[in-house]
């Protein structure tokens, strides 16, 4: 996401663009590939409130995508997946506040939904810790929202990658079960989604991006006819804290959420000490009480999904460089 936003940011009329991580190497890189004056790299850790702070002034729109979002290692260390995930989530935003941030958009995960693994629970939490903090803010203060939205076809650490390594050399594929069903979107949609976040999100917001589905045996299947790969697919179970299939709006969320066509918009609800509900919630359309879920939701056929993989930076990488005759 990180290299996506930078890449379009660069590309339209913005003054600075500021990279803010832990990590030198991978600013390095991105330094090498996206040569621009306009773009300054900033060391820091989000779990520092204090080089947040300092990497935050004069800045007027913020995208918090820092996170440990690899389920196994959430799961193995719940604290540090808080540490990063939360706490570092909340200095982001107490930053934000404190610089009169115009808006900040905070990325979150259909993990959030019903959440089995520490990595959806620690999203979850960040969700409603940023609605609970708009409760003193005024819609003329700093914005804060969060979209959700699942699987990045493609991104660092997602399934892709992990596949067509095993493919280049020529090692099994290790599937977790075939019939596991996952939100699939490109890396462009999920760009697109987030500046739709910048230009209307309203205070409080949780935008949730709707996708289609497609299941694990068909993408190992998929990826094995495009690289014309004999691989063979061991099936190996389910990893500590993983659902079959994943859900982007809870049947009580769906009860007022809006339907924007390509997206809901979960309005803030904020429970005062009286036990009354945000007004925003109560005069917000109704889409009626269902569950979002990928073993429902509109099923990718495999020449479907093949072209959405075939659009691939990471599949057209390995391609060119010729990794496979």
Same mark, same amino acid.
């Given at each position: 996401m990180g290299n996506a936003m930078l890449r379009h940011l660069?590309?339209?009329?913005?003054r600075e663009v500021r990279?803010?991580?832990?990590?030198?190497?991978?600013?390095?890189?991105?330094?090498?590939?996206?040569?621009?004056d306009r773009v300054v790299f900033i060391i820091g850790d989000v779990r520092s409130s204090a080089a947040v702070r300092t990497a935050m002034r004069s800045v007027d729109f913020v995208i918090c995508a820092a996170a440990l979002k690899h389920v196994p290692s959430c799961e193995y260390h719940?604290?540090?997946?808080?540490?990063?995930?939360?706490?570092?989530?909340?200095?982001?935003?107490?930053?934000?506040?404190?610089?009169?941030?115009?808006?900040?958009?905070?990325?979150?995960?259909?993990?959030?939904?019903?959440?089995?693994?520490?990595?959806?629970?620690?999203?979850?939490l960040l969700e409603k810790a940023i609605v609970a903090r708009t409760s003193s803010l005024e819609s003329a203060e700093t914005v804060l929202c969060a979209t959700r939205y699942g699987n990045v076809l493609g991104s660092r650490g997602s399934v892709v990658p992990l596949f067509i390594d095993r493919i280049t050399?020529?090692?099994?594929?290790?599937?977790?079960?075939?019939?596991?069903?996952?939100?699939?979107?490109?890396?462009?949609?999920? /760009?697109?989604?987030?500046?739709? !976040?910048? *230009?209307?999100? %309203?205070?409080?917001?949780?935008?949730?991006?709707k996708a289609p589905a497609a299941t694990m045996g068909d993408l190992?299947?998929?990826l094995l006819e495009i690289f014309e790969s004999d691989c063979p697919i061991h099936v190996v179970g389910?990893?500590?804290?993983?659902?079959?299939?994943?859900?982007?709006?809870?049947?009580?969320?769906?009860?007022?959420?809006e339907d924007l066509g390509f997206c809901f918009r979960i309005p803030r609800s904020l429970v005062g000490v009286h036990g009354t509900g945000d007004s925003a919630v109560r005069d917000s359309a109704i889409?009626?009480?269902? /569950?979002?879920?990928?073993?429902? !939701?509109? *099923?990718?056929? %495999?020449?479907?999904l093949k072209a959405l993989v075939e659009s691939l930076e990471c599949v057209n990488s390995a391609r060119g460089r010729g990794d496979l005759a």
């Open positions: 660069i590309a339209e009329d913005v990279v803010f991580s832990r990590d030198e190497s991978k600013q390095a890189a991105m330094r090498t590939r996206h040569q621009s719940p604290r540090e997946a808080v540490e990063t995930n939360v706490v570092g989530t909340l200095n982001t935003v107490e930053a934000a506040i404190e610089h009169g941030v115009r808006k900040v958009v905070v990325l979150s995960t259909d993990k959030a939904v019903y959440p089995i693994n520490a990595m959806g629970m620690t999203k979850a050399k020529h090692e099994p594929i290790a599937l977790t079960a075939p019939r596991m069903t996952r939100f699939v979107l490109s890396m462009d949609d999920a /760009v697109q989604f987030v500046l739709y !976040a910048f *230009r209307n999100a %309203k205070q409080g917001d949780v935008l949730v991006r190992a299947d998929v389910r990893r500590p804290g993983e659902k079959l299939h994943e859900t982007l709006l809870s049947e009580e969320e769906s009860e007022r959420a889409t009626g009480s269902s /569950v979002y879920s990928s073993d429902l !939701a509109l *099923r990718l056929s %495999k020449n479907e």
